[in-house]
C-alpha cells in the first residue's frame, strides 16, 4: 500500500532533521532550535527558573536535552507524560593528536565509540562533527560537510575478501582526508574553519564521523527510508513533532520530551539516562509547582515514560536469528519490546497502555521479542524506571541493518510513532 503524502513530508522532514543532527551535540541543539522556533522558551541550568506553570520549555546539558509542556492548572502531584530516546549512534570518535598518515596520505585517528558495523562505513563520504571547547570559555558546533573517507582494499589484493571481512579496529579503520605531509596539515582546523574561528582558539573536542548522505525515501510504492543515525534520531525527531503539536489541556499530564546522551555507551554520563539530568529536571518542575519531594512522588506513581528506540524487524535473508513466531516486518506499525529478562521495561500493564496509546491514535502495533537464542540489547527503559520508579515501555520502531553507517526503515512507521507519542503526550 503506498504511504500517505504525510508520512511522505515527516520522512523529509526526519531527513533534514539528521542532516542537521551529525552528532549528539547538534542533535540537541536542533531539539532545541525547532522547540524554540514552536514557541518553547529556552532555559538555562545555571539560572534561576520561574515558576513553570501553563508553558512550554526547553533545557539542554551537553549532547541531550529535555522539553515539556506545563498545563495552566498543573499542580503539585499533576502526573507526567515522558517519551524518552537518545541522540548518539554508534561510530567513531576523533583521538587527541588526531592528525596522522603516510606514504603521501593525510588521515585522522579515530576510535571505536559504541559498536558499529564495521564494514558499513567502509567506501562513503563522511563528515567530522561535534563541539570545540575553546579558549576564551565559549563552545561552538563544527561540521566539516563530506571530508573522510575509509577506502576498502581493492579485491585484486585480497582474494578472500568476500569470504569474510574482519577489520583491525586500530590499523584498518583510519580514514583518509587528504594529501599531502601530515606534519603540515591539521585536521583540526578544518574543524574550525567549518565553526568560523581559528584552530589556536580549540582547548578540546568531541568530535565524530558520521555518514554525509542525505536520507533517501526509495522502493516500490515508497516504502522505505534509508539515512545514518536512526538509531535513535527516528525517535527524537518524532518526540519533537508530536511535542511541537501538543496542545496541553485543563486536568491533563504535563508532557516531557527526554532525549539522552550515550546510550550507546551504557548511559552512565551526566547526560545520559543512567546521569541525573532528567531527575534534576523534574525536581526544578515540581518545586515550580509547589510541590515537596513527597508530592512529587505522588505525581510519579500516576506517570508514565515511553522509552522508544528502534528494534529489529524480521531479516529476509537471515529469518533464523529471529523469534520464529513474533516477527516485525518494516511499514507494519511500531513495535512494543518485550524481554523476561528486563532488558526491556514492558510488562502486562504497559503493554494495555501502549495498544490504548495506539488506538487512540489509529495506528497498527507489532511486536518484538529476541530469538532465546540471541540475546537482545537494551534501552534506557529499565534505566529510567530503575531511577526513578516510574512504569516504563519500551517501544519504538523496526529497521534492518541496525548500527550500520545507514539503517533502513518504513516510511510509514516513522510517521506511525510520532502520531503514538501524540497521544501518549495527551494522557
Known amino acids: 500500500m503506498p504511504v500517505t503524502p504525510v ?18 551535540y547538534h542533535a540537541a541543539a536542533e531539539v532545541a532550535r525547532r522547540l524554540e522556533s514552536a514557541g518553547f522558551t529556552r532555559l538555562h541550568e545555571e539560572d534561576a527558573w520561574p515558576a513553570l506553570t501553563g508553558g512550554r520549555y526547553v533545557v539542554v546539558r551537553d549532547g541531550a536535552a529535555i522539553a515539556w509542556s506545563v498545563p495552566a492548572d498543573a499542580t503539585a502531584t499533576t502526573p507526567v507524560q515522558i517519551f524518552g530516546a537518545h541522540t548518539d549512534s554508534p561510530g567513531f570518535k576523533l583521538k587527541p593528536q588526531p592528525t596522522t598518515g603516510s606514504r603521501g596520505w593525510l588521515q585522522a585517528a579515530v576510535e571505536v565509540y559504541g559498536g558499529p558495523l564495521l564494514n558499513s562505513w567502509l567506501d562513503r563520504e563522511l563528515r567530522l562533527a561535534g563541539r570545540l571547547a575553546l579558549a576564551d570559555g565559549r563552545v561552538v558546533l563544527a561540521d566539516t560537510g563530506a571530508l573522510l573517507r575509509l577506502p576498502q582494499l581493492a579485491i585484486h589484493l585480497d582474494r578472500g575478501v568476500n569470504n569474510g571481512l574482519a577489520l583491525d579496529k586500530q590499523t584498518e579503520t583510519q580514514p583518509v582526508w587528504g594529501l599531502g605531509d601530515p606534519t603540515e596539515a591539521d585536521v583540526l582546523a578544518e574543524l574550525a574553519s567549518s565553526a568560523g574561528i ?19 525515501v526509495f522502493g ?6 534509508a539515512s545514518g543515525r536512526l538509531d535513535d534520531l527516528a525517535s527524537v525527531h518524532a518526540g519533537v513533532v508530536a511535542l511541537a503539536a501538543h496542545e496541553p489541556q485543563d486536568g491533563g499530564p504535563i508532557a516531557v520530551l527526554a532525549a539522552f546522551d550515550h546510550e550507546e555507551l551504557g548511559s552512565e554520563s551526566r547526560s545520559g539516562a543512567a546521569g541525573p539530568f532528567l531527575e534534576d529536571v523534574l525536581e526544578r518542575l515540581y518545586a515550580g509547582l509547589g510541590a515537596d519531594g ?36 518494516l511499514g507494519s506499525g511500531p513495535i512494543l519490546k518485550l524481554n523476561a529478562n528486563q532488558r526491556y521495561a514492558t510488562d502486562a500493564v504497559g503493554t494495555a497502555s501502549w495498544r490504548t496509546w495506539c488506538d487512540t491514535a489509529g495506528v497498527v502495533t507489532q511486536e518484538f521479542v529476541s530469538n532465546n537464542s540471541v540475546p537482545c540489547g537494551s534501552t ?34 516513522l510517521h506511525d510513532l510520532a502520531r503514538v507519542a501524540e497521544a501518549f503526550f495527551a494522557g
Not at 508520512?7 to 549528539?24: G, M, V
Not at 512529587?296 to 500516576?302: D, E, F, L
Not at 529489529?312 to 516477527?327: I, R, T
Open 7 to 24: 508520512a511522505l513530508s515527516h520522512a523529509e522532514d526526519l531527513a533534514d532533521f539528521i542532516a542537521a543532527s551529525p552528532s549528539s
Open 380 to 413: 534506557i527503559g529499565p534505566i529510567t524506571a530503575t531511577r526513578l520508579g516510574i512504569r516504563t515501555v519500551d517501544v519504538g520502531i523496526p529497521i534492518l541493518s541496525m548500527h550500520s553507517a545507514r539503517e533502513l526503515a518504513g516510511v510509514s512507521d
Open 220 to 225: 516500490k510504492d515508497d516504502a522505505f527510508f
Open 198 to 216: 581559528s584552530a589556536t582558539e580549540i582547548r578540546g573536542y568531541d568530535v565524530v564521523m558520521a555518514d554525509s548522505a542525505r536520507g533517501a
Open 294 to 329: 513527597s508530592a512529587r512522588r505522588q505525581a510519579y506513581a500516576s506517570s508514565w515514560c515511553l522509552s522508544s528506540d528502534v528494534g529489529h524487524s524480521v531479516h529476509p535473508n537471515y529469518a533464523a536469528k529471529h523469534d520464529p513466531v513474533v516477527q516485525p516486518v
